[in-house]
C-alpha cells in the first residue's frame, strides 16, 4: 500500500500538468485584416458576420447572432422567445449565475428542478413537476460538456407549448445521440469567454432555424434597433432591450478559435473517456456519467464518492488528491445557486423585493435548503478536476495513479 503524500509519501503526481499556447492559429492575421478594415462595428465589418455565418455552419443551423458575452447570448434568447414579467423560467440550480442573470434582468422568476445525481444534469421528471401556468421556457443547462436528456426535455416543452433555450456555454463539440446540443430548443447559447473550450476573451453567440426568432435577437442585442429591413436602421424602439453586440476584434479572434475547436473538443473527449474507463471500478466511486449514444467535450470532469463505502469524507479526499498534485475541489459550486443571497433575501434589486414581488406573479416564492436534494448532495460528495487539450499521456495516467492510490488508501484503512 503507498503511503499517501499528505503523510510524507511520495507524490503521484510526479511532472506539471502541461500546457500550451491557446492563441496559436489566425488571431493576428484576423485582427490586422479587421484594423484596416477602418471600423469594428458588427454591421458595418466583416468579422462578426463570418464568425455567425460559420458558427452557423458549424452547427448545422440557419442563423446565428453574435452577443457581448455568453451570459449575454442567454439573456438575448430570453427576450427573443418572449419572457418578461411575471413569468418563470425553469433552470437548473448547479449551474453559474449567467444562466440566471437573464432571467431576472426580464424581471421572470427562476425556477430550479434538480438534476440527475450521476449526469449532473437537470432531471426530466422533475422539470415537469415545476411547470406551472406561468411557465414560458426551459433554460436547460449541459453541465461540463455533458448533454442533457434532450428528448424528453423536448417532449415535456411540446406537451406544455413552452420554450426550449441551451444553455451551451460549458458545451461545445457536445453530442445528444449523434446531434449537437444547442440545436434542439429554440435558441442554443454560447460562451466565448476567457475559462470556456474556446476564447475570444468574451462573446456569445446564439443559434436558431427560426428566422422570426433569429430577427427578435437581432433586435434584442442591439437596442432593439432594426437593421434587417432595407438596410438601414429603424429606431422606433416598442419595448427596452440592451446593447450586447459583438464588436469586430472580438470577432476576429472567435474565427480564428473556431478553427480549432473540433481538436480542441477531440482532446478533451478523449481524456475524459478515459479517465472514466480507469476509475469506473474503484469501489465508492462514481465516474463523471456521460449516457450511452451521447459524447462530452468535459469543460472540467466531476465524479462523486460513497463516502461510507470508501470510509472518507469527501474534503479529506480532496486534501489527500492534492497533496498529490492533481488540483481538485469539491463540486461546481459551493452551494446551489438557490442558495446564494440573492435568492435567500429576494434581493436582486438592490432596496426592493423584484422581481419576486412583481404584481404580475401574485404568488409566493421561497428558495428553502432541501429544495433540490439531489443537486445539494451532488455538491456536498463530488470532486472536480480539470481537463485540457494540452494535457499529455503522462498526465492522464499519473491522474488515474493519484484516484487510484487516494481511493485504495481509504479502502484499506476500513
Not at 169 to 187: E, N, P, R
Request: glycine content about 8%; charged content about 20%.
Amino acid at each position: 500500500m503507498e503511503q499517501l503524500a499528505m503523510f510524507g509519501g511520495e507524490k503521484a503526481k510526479t511532472v506539471p500538468y502541461s500546457t500550451g499556447k491557446r492563441f496559436d492559429g489566425n488571431e493576428l492575421k484576423y485582427l490586422q485584416e479587421a484594423l484596416e478594415q477602418n471600423t469594428l462595428f458588427y454591421w458595418s465589418g466583416s468579422k462578426v458576420k463570418e464568425m455567425n455565418k460559420k458558427f452557423a455552419a458549424m452547427c448545422g443551423m440557419e442563423y446565428c447572432m453574435a452577443t457581448s458575452s455568453g451570459t449575454a447570448a442567454i439573456h438575448t434568447a430570453l427576450g427573443a422567445v418572449g419572457v418578461t414579467e411575471g413569468d418563470e423560467v425553469i433552470t437548473a440550480p448547479v449551474t453559474d449565475m449567467g444562466s440566471i442573470i437573464g432571467i431576472l434582468y426580464q424581471n421572470a422568476i427562476p425556477v430550479f428542478a434538480d438534476i440527475d445525481p450521476h449526469t449532473y444534469n437537470m432531471d426530466p421528471k422533475s422539470i415537469e413537476s415545476k411547470i406551472s401556468d406561468k411557465t414560458k421556457a426551459i433554460l436547460v443547462v449541459h453541465l461540463a460538456g455533458n448533454p442533457a436528456d434532450m428528448d424528453e426535455i423536448m417532449a415535456i416543452a411540446k406537451k406544455h407549448n413552452i420554450k426550449v433555450v441551451e444553455d451551451c456555454a460549458q458545451s461545445y463539440m457536445t453530442y445528444y445521440k449523434g446531434q449537437l446540443v444547442g440545436t434542439f430548443g429554440d435558441i442554443g447559447c454560447f460562451s466565448l469567454n476567457e475559462f470556456k473550450h474556446i476564447s475570444a476573451g468574451d462573446g456569445g453567440m446564439c443559434v436558431t432555424n427560426d428566422f422570426a426568432l433569429y430577427e427578435k435577437a437581432l433586435r434584442f442585442a442591439d437596442k432593439n434597433y432594426t437593421r434587417l429591413e432595407g438596410g438601414g436602421t429603424g429606431r422606433n424602439i416598442s419595448y427596452i432591450a440592451p446593447n450586447y453586440r459583438m464588436n469586430e476584434l472580438t470577432g476576429a479572434v472567435g474565427l480564428a478559435q473556431l478553427e480549432r475547436v473540433e481538436w480542441i473538443c477531440a482532446q478533451r473527449r478523449a481524456y475524459g473517456d478515459k479517465l472514466t474507463e480507469a476509475i469506473k471500478n474503484i469501489k465508492g466511486l462514481y465516474p463523471h456519467e456521460v449516457r450511452e449514444g451521447n459524447t462530452s467535450s468535459y469543460w472540467f470532469y466531476m465524479f462523486r464518492l460513497d463516502e461510507d463505502v470508501l470510509g472518507v469524507d469527501t474534503d479529506t479526499f480532496v486534501q489527500a488528491l492534492n497533496a498529490e498534485g492533481v488540483p481538485c475541489g469539491r463540486g461546481y459550486t459551493a452551494h446551489c445557486v438557490y442558495e446564494y443571497d440573492l435568492f435567500k433575501n429576494k434581493s436582486a434589486y438592490p432596496g426592493t423585493h423584484a422581481p419576486f414581488d412583481s404584481p404580475y406573479y401574485g404568488k409566493e416564492i421561497d428558495y428553502p435548503s432541501g429544495l433540490c436534494p439531489v443537486a445539494e448532495e451532488v455538491l456536498q460528495t463530488s470532486i472536480r478536476i480539470s481537463v485540457n487539450e494540452f494535457y499529455s499521456e503522462q498526465d492522464l495516467q499519473e491522474t488515474i495513479h493519484a484516484i487510484e492510490k487516494v481511493a485504495n488508501y481509504y479502502l484499506s484503512q476500513k
